[in-house]
């Protein structure tokens, strides 16, 4: 047991601590949102000098030939979301009603990669409560936490002994936060299950139309399917519709995303699909970068978006109730409005899943 006097250093200890991780991360905030918006370096308020900034921003330009997906204007879309994050008063408010570790628990969190930094929130969430993180990165996704994670090392050297990155076996962990895909969850269980542990699986967003959309409404909707290539569990891919709805609206609002068909790997997967449904004698309507499918089903293959009507809105809030468990974001009037589906909020928890509660719990 503690005395009264070690308990109240160590407490002191803690908010210190608490108070210099958030500095830290408040710092690579400004460095993120500065490389999200492609600045010019002009002096050291970044923390970084002008050789380590350009040591980034050819990081970020690298990206694509690491993966083809990660163009560069996704990386620093990725930048400046989640740098947005982190300013030291928003943190602070985050952080101000859960408890901060007392006793340091190592937490491993194996990441998915099919967006940039898609596992930063995980990495800031473990940091924040005081624990240690172990992170086994994706092949996909491998450079850019690291190099992020060296400077805010050195924004604030105590995290030097408290982050691990490594592409081997994770042994030696306390919890385990693993993303992956419905077939990684049974692996997931067989070698982590004995851990606390917070599993995620495949999701997928819907967007709820019910037909008073503005054109601008629809241009964000596109925003919410095309970005990240639609390769995220926040891109919309399944549209409700009321009855009626004119499917031209639609096209005409997203005509400005015509451009995503060029990217190569997009482009391949919308020539197969096309292809292969045509084959298989499935009615599409295309537009020459999207195909659009009618059906009930919540999943679609990317380049593609599924659609279905429904005449009263009780049928729209049933499909999702009855789909709740595989649907990360629902966007439309009453919901996520749309172009914020890939916008979330510090208190945005993936599959709904308080990670800070979690964390405090350990």
């Given at each position: 047991?503690?005395?009264?006097?070690?308990?109240?250093?160590?407490?002191?200890?803690?908010?210190?601590?608490?108070?210099?991780?958030?500095?830290?991360?408040?710092?690579?905030?400004?460095?993120?949102?500065?490389?999200?918006?492609?600045?010019?370096?002009?002096?050291?308020?970044?923390?970084?000098?002008?050789?380590?900034?350009?040591?980034?921003?050819?990081?970020?330009?690298?990206?694509?030939?690491?993966?083809?997906?990660?163009?560069?204007?996704?990386?620093?879309?990725?930048l400046?979301?989640?740098?947005?994050?982190?300013?030291?008063?928003?943190?602070?408010?985050?952080?101000?009603?859960?408890?901060?570790?007392?006793?340091?628990?190592?937490?491993?969190?194996?990441?998915?990669?099919?967006?940039?930094?898609?596992?930063?929130?995980?990495?800031?969430?473990?940091?924040?409560?005081?624990?240690s993180?172990?992170?086994?990165?994706?092949?996909?996704?491998?450079?850019?936490?690291?190099?992020?994670?060296?400077?805010?090392?050195?924004?604030?050297?105590?995290?030097?002994?408290k982050?691990?990155?490594?592409?081997?076996?994770?042994?030696?962990?306390?919890?385990?936060i693993?993303?992956?895909?419905?077939?990684?969850?049974?692996?997931?269980?067989?070698?982590?299950?004995?851990?606390?542990?917070?599993?995620?699986?495949?999701?997928?967003?819907?967007?709820?139309?019910?037909?008073?959309?503005?054109?601008?409404?629809?241009?964000?909707l596109?925003?919410?399917?095309?970005?990240?290539?639609?390769?995220?569990?926040?891109?919309?891919t399944?549209?409700?519709?009321?009855?009626?709805?004119?499917?031209?609206?639609?096209?005409?609002?997203?005509?400005?995303?015509?451009?995503?068909?060029?990217?190569?790997?997009?482009?391949?997967?919308?020539?197969?699909?096309?292809?292969?449904?045509?084959?298989?004698?499935?009615?599409?309507?295309d537009?020459?970068?999207?195909?659009?499918?009618?059906?009930?089903?919540?999943?679609?293959?990317?380049?593609?978006?599924?659609?279905?009507?429904?005449?009263?809105?009780?049928?729209?809030?049933?499909?999702?109730?009855?789909?709740?468990?595989?649907?990360?974001?629902v966007?439309?009037?009453?919901?996520?409005?749309?172009?914020?589906?890939?916008?979330?909020?510090?208190?945005?928890?993936?599959?709904?899943?308080?990670?800070?509660?979690?964390?405090?719990?350990?």
């Open positions: 047991m503690f005395s009264i006097q070690e308990s109240d250093q160590i407490m002191y200890l803690c908010v210190v601590e608490k108070e210099d991780r958030i500095k830290g991360f408040a710092q690579l905030g400004a460095l993120m949102r500065a490389l999200g918006r492609a600045e010019q370096w002009k002096d050291f308020s970044w923390g970084v000098t002008e050789e380590e900034y350009l040591k980034l921003e050819e990081l970020v330009q690298r990206q694509s030939v690491y993966n083809g997906w990660f163009t560069p204007a996704n990386v620093r879309r990725s400046l979301a989640q740098g947005e994050w982190l300013y030291e008063d928003r943190l602070a408010k985050w952080l101000e009603s859960t408890p901060y570790a007392q006793q340091v628990r190592t937490v491993a969190l194996i990441m998915a990669g099919n967006i940039p930094l898609v596992g930063f929130h995980d990495f800031l969430c473990v940091l924040l409560s005081g624990h993180v172990v992170c086994k990165l994706s092949s996909d996704d491998k450079t850019l936490l690291p190099a992020l994670a060296n400077h805010l090392m050195e924004f604030t050297p105590e995290l030097k002994e982050i691990v990155f490594t592409t081997g076996r994770i042994s030696e962990m306390h919890a385990v693993a993303t992956g895909s419905n077939n990684s969850t049974l692996y997931f269980q067989q070698y982590f299950g004995k851990y606390p542990h917070i599993f995620r699986h495949n999701r997928s967003s819907v967007a709820v139309l019910d037909g008073t959309e503005t054109k601008e409404e629809l241009a964000a596109g925003d919410d399917i095309f970005s990240y290539f639609g390769l995220g569990c926040r891109n919309v399944h549209m409700l519709l009321p009855v009626g709805f004119e499917l031209s609206r639609f096209f005409e609002g997203i005509f400005s995303f015509s451009d995503v068909v060029f990217n190569k790997k997009y482009g391949n997967n919308y020539d197969y699909h096309k292809a292969i449904f045509l084959l298989n004698k499935h009615n599409l309507l537009n020459n970068f999207v195909l659009l499918r009618e059906t009930e089903e919540l999943f679609s293959p990317l380049s593609m978006v599924h659609y279905h009507f429904y005449s009263d809105p009780s049928e729209a809030e049933e499909y999702v109730f009855t789909h709740e468990k595989d649907i990360q974001v966007v439309g009037h009453g919901y996520v409005p749309f172009g914020k589906a890939q916008a979330p909020q510090l208190t945005d928890y993936a599959d709904g899943v308080d990670v800070l509660a979690w964390l405090a719990d350990l």
